[in-house]
């Protein structure tokens, strides 16, 4: 299994998954292009995966706007000479419960989780067409883009509707030689989690710390999941070897949901 000397770009890259996707692949030898918004913290992943003896490069782009994903993935092109794979991991989360969600709620989180993934298709297909090659997109969906969970009901949406695109663009590519897939995380450590459980705290009383306790405390395999852990799979998706699957939403969740 190897992606050694392709270029990969990766979207929200600065921290948690992304992070750990992007130092996965680079210890398999990619060339990165590492897309954010927090553009120290990038900084800092570029040298970290430089480290590693591959080329990085940077770009500070909002993944809601399509002109910036057009943007940032023709200077993953130009600078690193060639573009192989995307990696749509960029992603925020809400809590709120569905009797208080409103326009601007919905607007905010299907721009990023669900726009921004469509931007990455349209800009890696279009560079994979004009290259006249094959590549590989892949997409963070989500355990809540297979199930609804309560309180994450619109983020739960956004992930549904990642495995949607996921579907439909396996199906428009596939004569062109390219594979489109989602990664589908459980329960993972990152910010992300710090700022789900927090809400939660708000607005339901719980203790701190306990959503995540109790969601991790439901978990087969008995541990909550590292960035390591997804990229794992990512790593997999991004490589030769995964060149017979496509259109496929993939749970790497340590036994949550069963599909
Ligand atoms: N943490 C978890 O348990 C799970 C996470 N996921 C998904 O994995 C992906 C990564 O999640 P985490 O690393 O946990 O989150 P995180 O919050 O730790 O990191 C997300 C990164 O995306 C960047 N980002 C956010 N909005 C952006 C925008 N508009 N343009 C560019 N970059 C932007 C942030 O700056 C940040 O660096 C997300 O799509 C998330 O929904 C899926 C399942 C479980
Ligand atoms: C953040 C996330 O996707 C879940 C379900 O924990």
Redesign the pocket.
């Known amino acids: 299994m190897s992606v050694k000397g392709k270029v990969i770009l990766v979207?929200?890259?600065?921290?948690?998954?992304?992070?750990?996707i992007a130092l996965r692949l680079a210890k398999d030898g990619a060339n990165l292009a590492l897309?954010?918004?927090?553009a120290e913290?990038l900084e800092a992943v570029r040298k970290e995966v430089e480290a590693l003896g591959v080329k990085a490069t940077t770009a500070i782009?909002?993944?809601?706007k399509r002109d910036e994903v057009f943007a940032a993935v023709d200077h993953a092109e130009k600078t690193l000479g060639g573009f192989d794979v995307i990696v749509n991991?960029?992603?925020?989360?809400q809590v709120k419960p569905l009797s208080e969600v409103e326009p601007a709620d919905l607007e905010r989180i299907f721009?990023?989780?669900v726009d921004?993934v469509l931007w990455g298709i349209q800009a890696a297909a279009r560079t994979f067409q004009a290259r006249k090659q094959k590549g590989k997109i892949i997409n963070?969906?989500?355990?809540?883009g297979h199930d609804g969970f309560a309180m994450l009901g619109v983020?739960s949406a956004t992930?549904f509707a990642v495995r949607a695109l996921t579907q439909a663009a396996a199906k428009e590519y596939a004569s062109q030689g390219i594979t489109v897939n989602a990664y589908?995380?459980?329960?993972?450590?990152?910010?992300?989690?710090v700022?789900?459980d927090e809400r939660f705290s708000e607005i339901t009383g719980t203790p701190k710390g306990e959503t995540y306790k109790k969601y991790v405390e439901g978990i087969a395999l008995g541990r909550a999941?590292t960035?390591a852990d997804?990229a794992a799979l990512v790593a997999f998706l991004a490589s030769d070897d995964s060149d017979y699957i496509t259109g496929q939403a993939i749970l790497t969740d340590g036994g949550i949901v069963y599909r």
């Open positions: 979207t929200g890259a600065s921290q948690g998954i992304g992070r750990g897309v954010d918004l927090k913290k782009a909002d993944v809601s991991n960029a992603g925020i989360a721009r990023i989780n921004g963070a969906s989500s355990i809540a983020y992930k589908c995380p459980g329960i993972v450590g990152t910010d992300m989690w700022e789900i999941q960035p997804v």
